[in-house]
């Protein structure tokens, strides 16, 4: 059954794309419209996924072809990930449950060592709605997330976490591979999966995306020092919570 959209719906979804088309502009303005790419951009630190076993690259990518949102700024260079079946199904029997979903209350690790920024635990879990369709009337679109501050201008941010999930605070220090969450559906979210962006300020509207290559990491059973990562490949750490 197709979700009707009620007056404070739109009202949500309308102040969402004033934000972030605000934060477009201003976000070009701040840096000189001159936005770190991947040729130019080098990070500070070396950064794991943040999940454990293997998981699908939904969206992402360090190109316009590939990128989860070329033209939003802070999300140029965000990553979508859930679980797959030899089916290429992310779920197992009705669809719109999420405990038939298989990331669904999966631990969600810190990508490195840093110190945790801003969380926000209370929102509910969205709806599956039509297929392909996201819900798209939360307050937050971000849902459920953590940021943590990994260097001096480098931010993770995880978001669509698991309702009262984290277990975490802002002040506390965190190691690569701790868990510090689980998977969850809040936000804008079509179905249960992990928003994972690096970027370059704690202001989710206001900050650069950075594109950033994933150290000691398996893509599609070929093993990599560090890589860049794309959409439609199968992701995994392969030495999970060591440093390089």
């Given at each position: 059954?197709?979700?009707?959209?009620?007056?404070?719906?739109?009202?949500?979804?309308?102040?969402?794309?004033?934000?972030?088309?605000?934060?477009?502009?201003?976000?070009?303005?701040?840096?000189?419209?001159?936005?770190?790419?991947?040729?130019?951009?080098?990070?500070?630190?070396?950064?794991?996924?943040?999940?454990?076993?293997?998981?699908?690259?939904?969206?992402?990518?360090?190109?316009?072809?590939?990128?989860?949102?070329?033209?939003?700024?802070?999300?140029?260079?965000?990553?979508?990930?859930?679980?797959?079946?030899?089916h290429?199904?992310?779920?197992?029997?009705?669809?719109?449950?999420?405990?038939?979903?298989?990331?669904?209350?999966?631990?969600?690790?810190?990508?490195?060592?840093?110190?945790?920024?801003?969380?926000?635990?209370?929102?509910?879990?969205?709806?599956?709605?039509?297929?392909?369709?996201?819900?798209c009337?939360a307050?937050?679109?971000?849902?459920?997330?953590i940021?943590?501050?990994?260097?001096?201008?480098?931010?993770?941010?995880?978001?669509?976490?698991?309702?009262?999930?984290?277990?975490?605070?802002?002040?506390?220090?965190?190691?690569?591979?701790?868990?510090?969450?689980?998977?969850?559906?809040?936000?804008?979210?079509?179905?249960?999966?992990?928003?994972?962006?690096?970027?370059?300020?704690?202001?989710?509207?206001?900050?650069?995306?950075?594109?950033?290559?994933?150290?000691?990491?398996?893509?599609?059973?070929?093993?990599?020092?560090d890589s860049?990562?794309?959409?439609?490949?199968?992701?995994?750490?392969?030495?999970?919570?060591?440093?390089?």
């Open positions: 059954m197709k979700k009707k959209l009620h007056i404070s719906d739109n009202l949500a979804i309308s102040l969402q794309a004033f934000r972030q088309l605000s934060g477009i502009l201003l976000t070009y303005i701040k840096y000189g419209f001159r936005l770190p790419n991947a040729e130019r951009y080098i990070s500070e630190c070396q950064y794991s996924l943040p999940f454990d076993g293997s998981w699908y690259v939904v969206n992402g990518g360090i190109t316009k072809e590939t990128s989860h949102s070329w033209g939003i700024c802070s999300q140029r260079y965000a990553y979508d990930f859930h679980i797959v079946d030899e290429a199904k992310s779920y197992t029997g009705d669809r719109t449950a999420l405990e038939n979903y298989y990331c669904y209350k999966q631990n969600v690790l810190s990508p490195a060592d840093g110190i945790v920024v801003t969380v926000n635990n209370g929102c509910p879990d969205s709806p599956i709605v039509e297929e392909g369709q996201a819900a009337a307050d937050d679109i971000r849902g459920n997330f940021i943590i501050r990994h260097g001096k201008h480098e931010y993770s941010l995880i978001a669509h976490l698991l309702v009262n999930s984290i277990c975490v605070k802002p002040g506390d220090k965190v190691t690569r591979g701790q868990i510090i969450a689980h998977c969850g559906n809040s936000g804008n979210s079509s179905e249960p999966h992990i928003h994972f962006q690096i970027q370059a300020g704690k202001s989710f509207l206001l900050s650069a995306g950075l594109p950033i290559k994933f150290y000691n990491i398996e893509i599609d059973d070929k093993q990599f020092g860049f990562i794309t959409k439609e490949q199968f992701v995994r750490n392969e030495f999970a919570g060591q440093a390089p």
